[in-house]
């Protein structure tokens, strides 16, 4: 099976046959690092060749240059000897600590500084000469220096690398924090939007309905009183949205969110709009915090909303009780079927209503129940006024 070796980079190119050349027009002048030697003439071109061919694999097989690099360069002092040749195992040396697999690039410095002793206390011995120490230093210029200048370059390549991942997952972190944040706040904004309007819209809808189907002036006049005071309480609160969304001044005034205080006239506005409506209050509601007062009044409103769009004709009662740390809401309506107009729904707000509970770590429950007076549905939701402390587990 032919194996195909892989495409050198074009830098690599480069540095080849700027290494050939210049090693060719050292020898054309007749330059030469260790004239007398074995081998004379053009022997040193045979290393030459060899090491400039070696360093199109600097990047792609940086092991096997080093490998054969080395015997070139044993080769090469055999012979008259080439500054090119010496220059390029320097490169070969560097790319193998740059380029090589980790475990090379770390015992690469390693042994040739291991290398680098051994020949300076080598020669050292043999010579017994002063001068043995700068065959150690040579020793060390082309092996371990460059060695341990491409173990320090990767080494800032790897951090740098690793800084840029992690710049990059910090901000995919912060891209899902704000899509969960916008997310979150759109689901707020439909929560209040349908809370504050769906209620006088359904008013509109029921009274509109039944002035259409019943021919009689007064009724069609209370219709549309009802449905003129609707309108302009609901284009109120649609106007109190529009501030709360809107960028407003630094002088512009907060506006108030709804409060329990305002419970009495929220019936009062049921009872208009044709609801046979009591509340009742128990225990103190003074100083309850304010996400628990908003999503208590929501509740009652949205309930009162569905009474008024779905119950059959009957009481409707609205309790209210904080017991310790927690306060209980309770809507009950007659359930059952119904003679008059009836508003379409959505199911949205009994989503609204259980999602405004669970953003409290509270609960909520919907749906039919029995009762002395007959068949109801019950709304009833339990809201904390403190959030539990969270488990060991979760803080880990």
Request: glycine letters at 10%.
């Amino acid at each position: 099976m032919h194996l195909a070796l892989p495409r050198p980079h074009r830098d690599d190119v480069r540095i080849a046959v700027g290494g050939l050349l210049g090693g060719l027009v050292l020898w054309g002048l007749g330059l030469a690092m260790n004239p007398g030697r074995v081998l004379d003439g053009a022997w040193l071109l045979v290393p030459l060749v060899a090491m400039s061919g070696l360093e199109l694999l600097r990047r792609t097989r940086p092991r096997t240059a080093v490998l054969l690099g080395t015997v070139a360069l044993i080769a090469d002092q055999f012979t008259r000897g080439s500054l090119a040749t010496v220059l390029m195992f320097t490169d070969l040396m560097y790319a193998g600590a740059l380029y090589g697999p980790p475990a090379m690039a770390r015992r690469l410095p390693v042994v040739t500084g291991l290398l680098t002793v051994g020949a300076t206390l080598g020669f050292l011995a043999w010579w017994r000469q002063p001068e043995a120490v700068l065959v150690g230093v040579a020793t060390g210029l082309v092996s371990f220096g460059p060695a341990a200048t491409g173990l320090l370059v990767r080494g800032h390549r790897d951090r740098a690398a690793a800084e840029r991942l992690r710049a990059e997952q910090t901000a995919l972190l912060a891209e899902v924090d704000r899509a969960q944040a916008v997310t979150a706040e759109r689901a707020r904004m439909a929560r209040e939007l349908h809370d504050m309007v769906a209620n006088h819209l359904s008013a509109i809808a029921i009274h509109s309905t039944a002035a259409l189907s019943i021919d009689d002036a007064a009724t069609t006049r209370g219709a549309l009183e009802t449905i003129r005071e609707n309108s302009v309480d609901g284009l109120a609160e649609m106007r109190r949205l529009i501030g709360i969304l809107r960028d407003a001044g630094g002088d512009a005034e907060p506006v108030a969110a709804p409060t329990l205080d305002g419970l009495s006239a929220l019936v009062d506005q049921a009872r208009a709009n044709g609801l046979d409506a009591e509340s009742a209050v128990t225990g103190s509601v003074d100083g309850l915090p304010a996400p628990v007062e908003l999503a208590a009044y929501r509740i009652v409103q949205e309930s009162l909303t569905n009474a008024l769009k779905h119950a059959s004709p009957g009481p409707v009662t609205v309790e209210v009780d904080r017991t310790g740390e927690q306060v209980e809401v309770r809507v009950t309506s007659p359930f059952g079927d119904r003679d008059g107009p009836r508003a379409p729904g959505s199911g949205a707000g009994l989503v609204g209503m259980r999602e405004r509970a669970a953003l409290l770590d509270g609960s909520f429950s919907a749906g039919p129940e029995d009762s002395p007076a007959g068949p109801v549905w019950r709304v009833r939701a339990v809201l904390p006024l403190t959030r539990p402390a969270p488990l060991e587990g979760d803080l880990a």
